[in-house]
């Protein structure tokens, strides 16, 4: 079965600094990986994708993700938060060798930048 | 362009009412998908189209919940007998292609009373 941990419910980080929303994930053979970012009243909109090749993925609004395989995980990165980065961030994975499964996405994490 | 549009955006009915939920998806988009979100939680997967067809349905919770595509393109997500348990955001999502990243919409937050 397919899973994602995102350990942390709420992250929160001054303006300007780095910031890390972490993912871990569980599913049989080789995964596809997705991290989307939900605002108030908004659905949730695309960020990044790792399917394979190069293990650091840069995506929208200067974010980036870096597949680790050992660790099983898709830790979310920006170098430079801005409070309007702040809002619901969820993992999502799926299986390359399982033919159609669905897109299993995890608890969220609500990221919180402060001024 | 237009993105993806959910119907309506509130949904508020009485426990054992008949519910739909409307979807329209990106235009060109084969693969649609239905998704719920229950406070606290990520989405959910209950079904998805490639086409007019569902593909995989296996997330559907219970025989009162039914989707259809009928022409390839709009979607609807029906409910029977609503159940207070059956109050969340109701997600629907398009792609290119099955396995393409998913385009969604805003949502229907349905509150059965």
């Known amino acids: 079965a397919q899973s994602v941990a995102q350990p942390e419910d709420q992250v929160n980080v001054a303006e300007g600094n780095p910031l890390t929303v972490k993912c871990t994930y569980s599913?049989?053979?080789?995964?596809?990986l997705f991290w989307y970012v939900q605002y108030p009243n908004r659905g949730l909109q695309f960020l990044l994708k790792?399917?394979?090749?190069?293990?650091l993925v840069k995506g929208s609004y200067g974010f980036e993700a870096e597949f680790n395989k050992s660790q099983t995980s898709f830790h979310l990165k920006k170098p430079s938060a801005l409070v309007s980065d702040s809002a619901l961030y969820f993992c999502a994975v799926r299986s390359q060798n399982s033919g159609n499964t669905p897109l299993v996405f995890g608890k969220g994490t609500r990221l919180s930048v402060i001024a | 362009g237009a993105g993806v549009s959910q119907t309506p955006s509130n949904k508020v009915t009485e426990k054992g009412k008949y519910v739909e939920l409307r979807c329209d998806p990106i235009?060109?988009?084969?693969?649609l998908y239905w998704y719920r979100q229950s406070l606290g939680q990520g989405p959910e997967f209950l079904i998805y189209?490639?086409?007019?067809?569902?593909?995989?349905d296996s997330g559907l919770p219970n025989d009162r919940f039914f989707a259809v595509r009928p022409e390839g393109s709009v979607s609807t997500l029906k409910i029977q007998r609503t159940e207070r348990g059956d109050s969340a955001v109701y997600l629907c999502?398009?792609?290119?292609?099955?396995?393409?990243?998913?385009?969604f919409g805003p949502g229907t937050r349905l509150t059965v009373l």
């Open positions: 235009s060109g988009h084969t693969a």
């Open positions: 189209f490639q086409g007019t067809g569902a593909a995989d």
């Open positions: 999502a398009s792609s290119l292609n099955y396995g393409n990243e998913q385009f």
């Open positions: 790792y399917i394979t090749g190069d293990n």
């Open positions: 599913v049989s053979g080789n995964p596809y």
